[in-house]
């Protein structure tokens, strides 16, 4: 694997990890009040045109950690719609 690719899923882990702890203080607090649905929507679809733009440059790191996260963000926009109305 070339440095390069190591570099990119180093970093694609760095940013994919970062959300887990918010998703797991919500999910057991069922609390949202200080979680912005802005700005974690803005985040998806950011990762979601990564994922985009790492197929079309066939870029493995690139797509493999940001479906990842896309994946995790959904749950955070899942938990934020589900929550805010308890």
Do not use: H, R
């Not at 985009?52 to 896309?70: A, E, R």
């Amino acid at each position: 694997m070339e440095i390069t690719n190591i570099i990119g899923l180093a970093a694609g882990i760095c940013v994919t990890i970062a959300v887990i702890p918010q998703i797991i203080k919500v999910w057991k607090s069922k609390k949202v009040k200080n979680v912005s649905l802005t700005m974690f929507s803005t985040l998806t679809l950011g990762v979601f045109l990564w994922v985009v733009y790492g197929f079309l440059k066939k870029d493995y790191p690139i797509m493999i950690t940001n479906s990842i996260s896309l994946s995790l963000n959904i749950v955070m926009i899942y938990f934020i719609s589900k929550y805010e109305k308890e």
